[in-house]
């Protein structure tokens, strides 16, 4: 059974950073397809970062300010973000998926609870 549990999340002036942690159980996160998503409020979940085989992708946005990456021997998934901004406040999720390409929230099978990060300006 595959489990995924983020911790991290937290509130923070903007200009702030945190980092978001992803804990994996029964999915090896040294496998393609992880990524990290976020939900704005009021808004749909969107894919901010994501890493297969080690190659990293980030949307526009966040680009320079966030970092993905993974940790093989701890098992965890890892979202350094700095330089933080109002609108980057929402419910992160960790996720992760059995195929060889992911790309969309349909591609993904595994999904966290989520952690809430607050930016306040």
């Known amino acids: 059974q595959v489990q995924l549990v983020e911790s991290g999340g937290g509130s923070v002036q903007a200009g702030g950073s945190l980092e978001l942690s992803c804990a994996a159980s029964?999915?090896?996160?040294?496998?393609?397809?992880l990524a990290w998503f976020h939900q704005a409020p009021g808004k749909e979940r969107e894919k901010v970062a994501g890493?297969?085989?080690?190659?990293?992708s980030y949307i526009i946005p966040v680009k320079g300010r966030f970092t993905i990456s993974q940790d093989n021997a701890k098992n965890t998934l890892s979202l350094q973000m700095n330089s933080l901004k109002p609108e980057d406040t929402g419910m992160y999720y960790c996720?992760?998926?059995?195929?060889?390409?992911?790309?969309?929230?349909?591609?993904?099978?595994?999904w966290g609870q989520g952690t809430q990060v607050t930016v306040s300006s």
């Open positions: 029964g999915y090896s996160v040294s496998r393609r397809c």
């Open positions: 996720a992760a998926g059995d195929g060889e390409y992911c790309y969309t929230s349909k591609d993904y099978n595994y």
């Open positions: 890493i297969n085989l080690g190659r990293t």
